[in-house]
């Protein structure tokens, strides 16, 4: 229990009342260890109690361990896009399309860009590729857009079948929980995914290495 407090009055004029000290008991000090006093918040606990920044997000397809979904609004996808992508470093550069116009067709891919999440809520960025400007139609071509579209409504895992040359689509055999995706507009998510990595023009060191210039 709590000793009493001293509390020091203000002066009331009247001689012995002055600095006048009142006893207050009964008050309990705070105990650290007291179950109640020891349990989180239960929003807390369902915040996780701070919120993540998203600073990275991978472009890069799904594997074929993951479910995945894709964001179902037209807003959280882009169409008809350019990107070069260099193997050796795993990496993907978007292409400004002014600039994708002077490059010669070959040289770039021409993509559908899905905003993507998977189970453990890692964002990221599926480029699913179209047909080159031969015009000629694959089955990795018809099949990727197809997972695309079919995990807008169902937690899927996308598996690369060799022999058929095409993507094979793999349902979660449970009704999962619905993903929880990032409050944050496209053109956002874009610019953290693609930081660094848009090419604008030829002096750009990705079209410098490609001409041999570096």
């Known amino acids: 229990m709590k000793k009493a407090e001293e509390i020091v009055t203000p002066d009331s004029g009247n001689g012995d009342e002055t600095n006048r000290v009142a006893k207050v008991a009964g008050a309990e000090a705070f105990d650290p260890y007291d179950p109640a006093n020891l349990r989180l918040d239960q929003s807390y606990l369902r915040d996780g109690g701070v ?4 600073t990275a997000i991978p472009v890069r397809k799904p594997n074929k ?5 894709t964001h179902p609004h037209p807003d959280y996808r882009l169409s008809g896009v350019a990107i070069i992508e260099l193997r050796e470093d795993r990496e993907t550069y978007l292409v400004d399309p002014q600039y994708a116009q002077e490059l010669d067709p070959t040289s770039f891919h021409t993509c559908n860009i899905y905003l993507t999440i998977n189970r453990q809520q890692v964002v990221s960025l ?6 080159g400007p031969d015009g ?3 089955g990795w071509h018809t099949s990727g857009v197809e ?3 079919k995990a807008m409504k169902h937690w899927i895992r996308v598996v690369a079948n060799m022999n058929l040359c095409a993507y094979e689509i793999h349902l979660a055999e449970n009704v999962l929980a619905e ?7 496209f053109r956002e998510l874009l610019e953290i995914g693609f930081k660094g990595r848009l090419i604008q ?3 750009h060191p990705v079209i410098m290495r490609l001409r041999g210039a570096i």
Request: glycine share 4%.
């Open 65 to 69: 361990q993951e479910f995945i979904r």
């Open 126 to 131: 599926w480029p699913v590729k179209l047909p």
């Open 179 to 185: 993903p929880e995706w990032p409050d944050k507009p």
């Open 201 to 203: 023009g030829q002096e």
């Open 147 to 149: 997972c695309a579209e």
């Open 136 to 138: 000629r139609i694959s």
């Open 51 to 54: 919120k993540k920044l998203l």
